[in-house]
């Protein structure tokens, strides 16, 4: 069974801080990892994708991915309330494969 | 460049009924797939079609179907519906699949009573 696991939350953090927001994976085939934000009552939207180890920064959003240890993180650095949402963490074998498996989100709150 | 678009936003059927839903994605993507969310399962996996022919399929019963026409739009199929496949469902699409990125659309609420 290919899972991917996040802490449902509620992850609440202050105004301004670092949210760190986590996901494991347990297929070792996976290449290709996507972070969507979804508030409530709307579509997930992307905001990130990462394919190789390391670091990718856009804005405030930094993503990591450890393959070795099949985790992915986002962090969300100088927290604004307007962040509050569910995080869905996507990842998806390569090879043509469009089979995607997410996971059940993370809750983030913000609160000033 | 306009979204993906799905039609109709919200829907209330009857069990036993019947419903088809509609997707228009991005242009120029020739991607779509489908999925279901509900609160106690998440996101799941519906299928995904690409030039008109079903790629991937996920778990789901045979009630399930849909197709994609030579402009990329999509519909879904559900017959003899249940209570249990009220759902938010969503489509997605993207240039080629695979390692592309996916676009969400707004989503269609089918209510079944």
């Known amino acids: ?13 202050p105004e301004g801080a ?30 990130m994708s990462i394919y190789s180890n390391g670091d990718k920064e856009d804005g405030r959003f930094t993503a990591q991915l450890n393959k070795a240890s099949q985790y992915v993180s986002l962090l969300i650095r100088d927290s604004q309330p ?8 996507a990842v998806r074998r390569g090879g043509g494969s469009y089979i995607p498996t997410f996971g059940r ?8 | 460049k306009a979204g993906v678009t799905q039609t109709p936003r919200y829907l209330i059927k009857t069990r036993g009924q019947q419903v088809t839903l509609s997707c228009s994605p991005i242009s120029g993507h020739r991607s779509v797939s489908w999925y279901q969310q509900t609160p106690g ?13 079903q790629r991937n399929k996920g778990n789901f019963p045979g009630r399930f179907s849909g197709r994609q026409f030579s402009n990329s739009r999509s519909e879904m199929n559900v017959s003899t519906l249940e209570l249990g ?9 993207s ?19």
């Open chain 1, 1 to 13: 069974q290919k899972e991917v696991e996040q802490n449902s939350g509620p992850l609440s953090v």
């Open chain 1, 18 to 47: 670092i949210a760190s927001l986590n996901c494991t994976y347990s297929d070792r085939g996976s290449q290709s990892f996507f972070w969507y934000r979804q508030y409530s009552g709307k579509s997930p939207e992307l905001i």
């Open chain 1, 82 to 89: 307007s962040d509050s949402a569910t995080y869905l963490c």
């Open chain 1, 105 to 112: 989100g993370t809750s983030l709150i913000v609160h000033p």
């Open chain 2, 41 to 53: 399962q998440g996101l799941q996996f519906l299928f995904e079609y690409f030039s008109e022919t």
């Open chain 2, 85 to 93: 496949d009220s759902a938010l469902y969503l489509c997605a699409s």
């Open chain 2, 95 to 113: 240039p080629q699949g695979g390692t592309s990125e996916a676009f969400f659309g707004q989503g269609t609420r089918l209510t079944v009573v």
